[in-house]
């Protein structure tokens, strides 16, 4: 059923946005440039990159990319 397999995917949406919040706070300042690697390059996070509560999330995992998203949908220019 589609509703059903919809309702799914956000509750593991949600999910998995809790577990990289989580997994954030148990990195530690050790870890964080390994973390904030996989963030932005793992593609297992495509399905979710694009999602409002994944952005709104990112904004604390990776204030750094959260800002440099937020500036790309805005159509200002990046630097390079």
Do not use: C, M, W
């Not at 059923?1 to 309702?7: N, Q, S």
């Amino acid at each position: 059923k589609p509703e059903r397999r919809a309702e799914l995917a956000h509750q593991y949406s949600q999910k998995g946005i809790e577990l990289l919040l989580q997994a954030q706070q148990l990195a530690g300042p050790q870890l964080q440039p390994e973390f904030l690697n996989a963030l932005r390059t793992d593609p297992a996070l495509d399905p979710i990159r694009q999602l409002p509560e994944y952005l709104e999330a990112l904004k604390t995992l990776d204030p750094v990319s959260a800002a440099k998203s937020e500036l790309n949908k805005s159509g200002i220019p990046q630097k390079k």
